[in-house]
C-alpha cells in the first residue's frame, strides 16, 4: 500500500530520530510482537518470631469425673465396700491378665491421712493388700514417725493389678483404674493426702511435672489438701532422701495438727 506525502514524512522523522539514537540497523518481525508480561514485585518478606512448636503430652492424663457425694461416716465402709463390688473380677484393662489379686486398698475408711502410690508389687499382688513388701514396711515406719498408726490411715494405688515387672503404668492402664480411687477418695474425704512417686502426682493432679516441682508446698485435688513426697520403693534405692520425705511428711503432719516428735 503506497504511503502519501504526508506519511512519507513522518516515517522518515522517526527513522531520523532513531539514527540519532545510534540505532542503524532494522529488522522486520515475521511474528506478533513480543509483549512483556508484567511481573509483580516480590513481596518483602515478613520476619516472624520463632514459635515453640506444641508437643502434645506423651502420656494424655482426662479430666477427673466430678466429686463425689458426701458420705457420711457411719457409710463409709460401706461404700466402700460398693466400689469394690462395682470393681468386680476386672477385666477392664491388660493388667488383669497377669494378675493374682486385685488390689484394692486398705485402712481407716475414716482416716484423716490417705496415701496414694502407683501400683501394687509382687507382694502385694500375691497378698490383696497395698504396701505389705518392703517398701510397705518403711511405709509403715514413715506413718509411726508422724504419731499415727498404719490402721488409722487409708492407704490405695493409682491401678488395683500388679504391672509386670512392677513397671509404670500405662496411660490407659492408668486412666481406666483411677476413677476408682477417686471415688474411694471422694468417700474417705481425708484431710489430707499424700501421693507417694511422680506417678500418684501425675494422675491425682492431672499434670505431668516433676517431683521437684510439686514437692515442699500444698496442693487442692478432689477438695482436700494434697502433698507429693519420695515412694517408699525409691527411698529404699536412695536413702539420702528419706531426710527429705521427712520435710514433706512434716508438713502434712502441720495440716494435720499432728505435733512433730523430738528427735
Known amino acids: 500500500m503506497p504511503f502519501d506525502s504526508q506519511s512519507q514524512q513522518a516515517i522518515a522523522a522517526h527513522m531520523q530520530f532513531l539514527r540519532d539514537l545510534g540505532i542503524f540497523d532494522f529488522y522486520r518481525r515475521s511474528h506478533p510482537p513480543f509483549v512483556e508480561e508484567?511481573?509483580?514485585?516480590?513481596?518483602?518478606?515478613i520476619s516472624l518470631p520463632a514459635q515453640e512448636p506444641v508437643i502434645p503430652p506423651r502420656k494424655p492424663v482426662p479430666l477427673q469425673p466430678s466429686?463425689?457425694?458426701?458420705?457420711?461416716?457411719?457409710?463409709?465402709?460401706?461404700?466402700?465396700?460398693?466400689?469394690q463390688y462395682e470393681i468386680g473380677d476386672c477385666t477392664r484393662c491388660a493388667l488383669s491378665r497377669g494378675r493374682n489379686k486385685i488390689v484394692f486398698g486398705d485402712g481407716d475408711?475414716?482416716?484423716r491421712l490417705m496415701f496414694v502410690g502407683e501400683g501394687p508389687g509382687a507382694d502385694e499382688d500375691a497378698q490383696g493388700l497395698p504396701f505389705v513388701g518392703?517398701?510397705?514396711?518403711?511405709?509403715?515406719?514413715?506413718?509411726?514417725?508422724?504419731?499415727?498408726?498404719?490402721?488409722?490411715?487409708?492407704?490405695?494405688?493409682?491401678?488395683?493389678?500388679?504391672?509386670?515387672?512392677?513397671?509404670?503404668?500405662?496411660?490407659?492402664?492408668?486412666?481406666?483404674?483411677?476413677?476408682?480411687?477417686?471415688?474411694q477418695i471422694d468417700v474417705v474425704r481425708p484431710e489430707v493426702l499424700v501421693a507417694l512417686g511422680s506417678t500418684a502426682a501425675t494422675y491425682l493432679?492431672?499434670?505431668?511435672?516433676?517431683?521437684?516441682?510439686?514437692?515442699?508446698?500444698i496442693h487442692a485435688c478432689r477438695?482436700?489438701?494434697?502433698?507429693?513426697?519420695?515412694?517408699?520403693?525409691?527411698?529404699?534405692?536412695d536413702p539420702r532422701q528419706k531426710k527429705e520425705a521427712w520435710q514433706d511428711l512434716k508438713l502434712a503432719m502441720a495440716e494435720l495438727g499432728l505435733s512433730v516428735p523430738s528427735r
Request: with cysteine; proline share 9%.
Open 38 to 45: 508484567k511481573v509483580e514485585d516480590d513481596p518483602i518478606p
Open 205 to 217: 493432679l492431672g499434670v505431668k511435672s516433676s517431683l521437684s516441682g510439686l514437692r515442699g508446698r
Open 223 to 237: 477438695g482436700t489438701k494434697l502433698i507429693v513426697t519420695y515412694h517408699p520403693a525409691f527411698l529404699l534405692r
Open 67 to 83: 466429686v463425689g457425694s458426701f458420705v457420711a461416716p457411719a457409710s463409709r465402709a460401706e461404700a466402700l465396700r460398693a466400689i
Open 109 to 111: 475408711p475414716n482416716a
Open 134 to 183: 518392703r517398701a510397705g514396711q518403711l511405709l509403715n515406719n514413715m506413718i509411726a514417725a508422724t504419731g499415727l498408726k498404719r490402721e488409722q490411715v487409708y492407704i490405695a494405688n493409682i491401678v488395683k493389678c500388679r504391672p509386670p515387672q512392677n513397671r509404670t503404668p500405662e496411660p490407659d492402664e492408668a486412666n481406666t483404674c483411677s476413677p476408682f480411687l477417686f471415688q
